[in-house]
């Protein structure tokens, strides 16, 4: 056997075969119940928007990585989940340019200005939500209530994506969707003016926690039914892509705060599972939080790190000046991560202290 | 929306018409051949040659009166002939780095005069009077220091052979 | 029970490799024709290399001395078959370098005999526990689960130490490998007997046989022949049946896993109580002991999907690699690898004229399916290797540490607790190489660490230099002084003489 013909490398020589593609790949399927009721929900302009931002996310992916010269530039498909969870988080009517420059913002200056997959501090989707929400305030707090896609109300697709492009109907009239805030939204506003819990979302806002649990309230494209998304966090633990420390962590950071408020005064402070099934804690604790490049690596680490999210989503939320804190929490708790990285260093095999 | 689309690209307009003025009023007018000797270094910016960067090593040429223009070992020879038709000038001699070295004396040239013994700083050199001397490679720093006093040209530099026991893995190489 | 935990404890992480071992654990264990040369290195185990005490034309029986053990941790090699020393040279060997080693080349003479002086003990466990110690140490014996340290090491505790368990790694945790598992099956007495030896020179009642689940033939032969002979002795031998999981036949993990102990970091199982030997190991040393054959074969698993007759095969150490795969009906045309050792830990060979050594397992001939190389993406801390690290290290960090060169950090996160057992590199999904950073990092520190001793040695003996020309400039300038008293005391009293005796002067000068 000539030398040149066989292979050396470094043991091991065999491979579990898990691949970055293939984790994507999990991910993307673990949002499709997610995405599919987003759809169901707020109908045609719901799929425009998330066609337009993966779209413009792996287009921009596309030429970053055509101009750093690697092959397979869409081999990964982190592009493609970066679009979909960044259209997740946007509100049912979100005009296509605010799509556009999210898509872009996400890619270039959430991803490639670190250095690409992998070197990002920050979620590449909440950071670009984050800077949408704060460049476009209007455009990204307007809550037309969930129409369906079938129903009477639902727009055609022709509407749709006149609405999504020029900001009216085809047939040239201004949209009569009816807007409403968001159950947080409501809260915050209500609450805020010096009513309760009660007051605020009982009468005419009529929450329910039914509608909360299949999805049927006003908020983001994909963070409304909460069967949808914990069906797939489930789906993603089983499959082993994440671990359960952020989601149960980030799930006790604010619910245990929550349940502490409300038994001391529950007309200012609403219950805990109002704060379970709204806004974006669910698509948060399974999707955003756990991106495994921004998140620390160890599990005590993930446990903090989950718990510092819930914390300061509930603390924003009912202290805060927005309604919604979740993109804010994980963007922060993400600086964190090298930090905490750092100093959760599981205890090495014989340096445990009864060893010593 | 118009007017955001407006502001923003107004606003990246400015900033790029400023810069781009800037960098032409403010150019500066380099030395051209600085430039060229720059684009034939490897732009490493390694430090090997003594000075703090690629381009300092070309000024230093092109305008400092450096004269020795084999000072690039990352370029080595290749880049040193570039340079030195570039400059018009002769090729000079380089060593080229192949690794860790010690001095070796070939015991059958030498005549015992302990001129080497004299001026090794670690007294790597053992060997008496008119007996032939012999280098301790474990202790040899190869400063070289022994090369010149030798009076019949006995002492060379000559490679450490790699083996089993001083091999290292390299560093894996990442291919994308 | 003692030591031995009631209930199987769990290590931290490892993982779950397809274990292959379906290719060649039917195959029972055949003898190798003697081939036509034998490469037998100078240096097969842990610890320093051992000295060559032939010469070139020497004849020598099998069991010869070929070299002597150098120092306190060193091994003796022998000759594995009768024949002429026909060369004593520097050969390629089974090394990640792909360099040569001194090895004595032998030309069999085809008799395979014996050396007729090597003489058995009858009754073993009527020596005293040091005799057992040298019989195993003049034998050449080391750790033949790959780790080849010296075995009489590991019989004769310091005085201080109690060796309270004999542990016997019957794990054979490696995918592929069978050879452990074919032992156990066709010569349990043996193992059975070494143990006992084994047991004796460490004056130990314990011991446990720790076998992985996925051997039922094996433990059922190691479990009657514990029954067998259970009424013989007072010390008590079982078996115990452990789940199967990857790297649970590394030393640490399987104490972790039986005594639920951990090994404190930087100290060895003795320190606990504890002594693990391979089943091989135990084979060997009833070979050593009671028939006076020093280790000159080993059990090979030759498998993998690339050669065309997997087998466990009773090699000659010094065997080449290319004679046993021709044995095995030679290569597959899709071979990508072959590998000396198990897929997890072993070594892909640069060429295959290379000796089967005293370590040698396995040999592993991987086609590109099974074993494929695909280029490393970068790290998406997706944190897999922190779940996978029996060690509870940070591989991904670590790795980061080394492919940036921060040496200092790297021995900070505890490198060297590393034992490369490859489960992080198994399962990162973006194909980092973990374990090459690892063993270049350890490389790299260790030389810099060299090159620092080196520093100081150079710096310490320049003073050393200096401080001697120091010395000797005042010496002479002492005998100058002296010279010049002692001259001008003799012109005063001398000058009267001066006139006498001139050439006394000038005789003096001469002489200083």
Redesign the interface.
């Known amino acids: 056997m000539s030398p040149s013909s066989l292979l050396f490398t470094s043991s091991p020589h065999i491979h579990a075969g898990d691949s970055i593609p293939r984790i994507m790949h999990t991910v993307i399927l673990a949002l499709m119940p997610a995405t599919l009721m987003s759809v169901l929900i707020f109908g045609w302009p719901a799929l425009l928007i998330l066609v337009i931002t993966t779209a413009t996310a792996m287009l921009t992916e596309y030429l970053m990585m055509k101009i750093r010269n690697r092959p397979s530039p869409l081999g990964d498909m982190s592009a493609a989940l970066t679009g979909i969870l960044l259209a997740l988080t946007l509100p049912p009517h979100t005009p296509w340019w605010v799509c556009v420059v999210g898509g872009v913002f996400a890619i270039l200056l959430g991803k490639f200005v670190y250095g690409g997959l992998g070197f990002n501090m920050f979620n590449p989707a909440l950071i670009a939500r984050v800077f949408l929400l704060i460049s476009f305030p209007v455009e990204l707090t307007s809550w037309p209530q969930p129409t369906g896609l079938f129903g009477q109300q639902a727009l055609s697709f022709m509407d749709s994506l006149s609405l999504i492009t020029t900001g009216h109907l085809a047939s040239g009239k201004l949209a009569d969707a009816i807007s409403a805030a968001t159950p947080l939204g409501q809260y915050h506003v209500v609450v805020g003016m010096g009513k309760t819990v009660h007051e605020a979302l009982g009468g005419d806002y009529a929450f329910s926690y039914i509608s909360a649990f299949t999805g049927f309230i006003n908020g983001s494209l994909g963070e409304t039914s909460a069967i949808a998304l914990a069906l797939g966090g489930v789906y993603l633990i089983r499959k082993r892509i994440i671990s359960w420390h952020i989601p149960v962590s980030m799930f006790a950071g604010i619910l245990i705060p929550a349940t502490i408020f409300w038994i001391l005064n529950g007309s200012k402070y609403p219950d805990p599972l109002f704060h379970l099934l709204t806004g974006g804690l669910i698509l948060g604790a399974f999707f955003m939080a756990t991106d495994m490049v921004t998140s620390p690596v160890t599990p005590l680490g993930q446990i903090i790190f989950g718990a510092g999210c819930g914390l300061l989503t509930y603390i924003i939320r009912t202290w805060g000046g927005y309604p919604e804190g979740v993109s804010f929490a994980i963007v922060i708790m993400n600086a964190t991560v090298p930090l905490l990285d750092q100093y959760t260093h599981p205890v090495v095999y014989g340096k445990a202290k009864k060893n010593v | ?1 118009i007017e ?2 407006l502001s923003m690209g107004g606003l990246a307009l400015a900033a790029g018409l400023g810069l781009g003025f800037a960098a032409k009023k403010f150019h500066v007018e380099g030395n051209p051949q600085v430039d060229n000797l720059t684009a034939l270094l490897p732009a490493t910016n390694c430090g090997n040659c003594g000075f703090p960067g690629c381009r300092p090593y070309a000024e230093a040429i092109a305008e400092q009166g450096e004269t020795n223009i084999g000072l690039c070992a990352p370029g080595g020879v290749e880049v040193m002939e570039k340079i030195a038709a570039l400059l018009g000038v002769e090729p000079v001699e380089m060593e080229v780095d192949t690794g860790p070295k010690v001095a070796f004396v070939r015991e059958e040239d030498c005549i015992g005069c302990t001129a080497c013994i004299k001026v ?5 050199i053992i060997g008496a009077n008119k007996q032939s001397h012999t280098v301790v490679a ?2 040899c ?1 190869a400063c070289k220091a022994c090369i010149e006093p030798c009076p019949v040209d006995c002492i060379e530099m000559v490679a450490v052979p ?3 026991y001083s ?6 190489e ?3 | 029970m003692g030591i031995v935990a009631s209930v199987l404890k769990k290590f931290h992480g490892g993982v779950h490799p397809p274990g292959h071992k379906d290719l060649s654990e039917h195959c029972a264990i055949e003898p190798m024709p003697l081939p036509k040369r034998l490469v037998v290195p100078f240096h097969q185990h842990l610890g320093a290399p051992s000295e060559p005490v032939v010469k070139v034309g020497d004849t020598v029986f099998k069991g010869d001395l070929l070299g002597g053990a150098a120092g306190g941790i060193s091994a003796t090699v022998h000759a594995p078959t009768s024949g002429t020393i026909v060369a004593i040279e520097e050969h390629v060997v089974g090394h990640p370098s792909g360099l040569t080693m001194l090895c004595a080349i032998i030309e069999p003479d085809g008799k395979d005999q014996w050396n007729p002086q090597l003489k058995g003990v009858d009754n073993p466990l009527s020596l005293e526990p040091v005799a057992v110690r040298d019989l195993v140490k003049n034998a050449g014996v080391v750790g033949l689960g790959g780790a080849t340290f010296p075995s009489f090491v590991k019989l004769s505790p310091p005085r201080d130490k109690v060796v309270d368990l004999l542990l016997i790694n019957a794990v054979e945790c490696e995918p592929y490998l069978t050879c452990d598992a074919r032992l156990m099956e066709e010569r349990p007495k043996d193992v059975i007997e070494g143990i006992r030896i084994m047991l004796h020179a460490l004056q130990t009642k314990e011991c446990v046989i720790g076998i992985e689940d996925n051997k039922p033939k094996a433990i059922a032969a190691m479990q009657n022949a514990v029954a067998a002979e259970a009424s013989q002795s007072a010390a008590a031998i079982r078996v115990v049946v452990l789940p199967v999981m990857y790297p649970q036949g590394s030393e640490k993990q399987l104490i972790e896993v039986v005594t639920g102990r951990q090994v404190p970091s930087r100290k060895l199982p003795i320190d606990i109580g504890v002594i693990v030997h391979n089943v091989a190991t135990a084979v060997a040393v009833r070979d050593a002991v009671c028939f006076g054959h020093p280790l000159v074969s080993r059990i090979v698993t030759v498998t993998g999907k690339g050669i065309n007759r997997p087998a466990n095969i009773e090699v000659l150490i010094g065997t080449q690699v290319d004679d046993i795969i021709a044995h095995c009906g030679g290569l597959k045309p899709d071979i990508h690898k072959v590998v000396m050792g198990g897929p997890m830990m072993g070594l892909a060979l640069h060429q295959t004229n290379v000796p089967v050594v005293k370590g040698c397992s396995g040999i592993l001939a991987l086609t590109r399916g099974e074993s494929s190389e695909k280029p490393e993406h970068s790290c998406i801390r997706c944190g897999s290797c922190v779940n996978a690290c029996p060690i509870q290290l940070v591989p991904c960090s670590m790795a980061w540490f080394a492919k940036t060169e921060q040496l200092d950090q790297l021995s900070k996160a505890d490198l060297f607790d590393c034992i490369e057992c490859g489960s992080c590199a198994y399962v990162c999904p973006a194909n980092v190489p973990l374990v090459h950073y690892f063993r270049y990092g350890k490389l790299a520190l260790q030389s810099k660490d060299r090159e620092e001793k080196k520093r100081e040695l150079t710096i310490q003996r320049s003073k050393l230099r200096e401080e001697r020309l120091a010395r000797e400039k005042e010496e002479k300038e002492r005998k100058k002084e002296e010279m010049k008293a002692k001259m001008a005391a003799k012109k005063k009293s001398g000058k009267e003489a001066d006139k006498q005796n001139p050439a006394a002067e000038s005789g003096n000068e001469a002489q200083a």
């Open positions: 929306m955001a689309v090794c700083p670690v007294d790597a474990e202790m720093t790699t083996t089993v091999w290292t893995w390299n560093k894996p990442v291919l994308h």
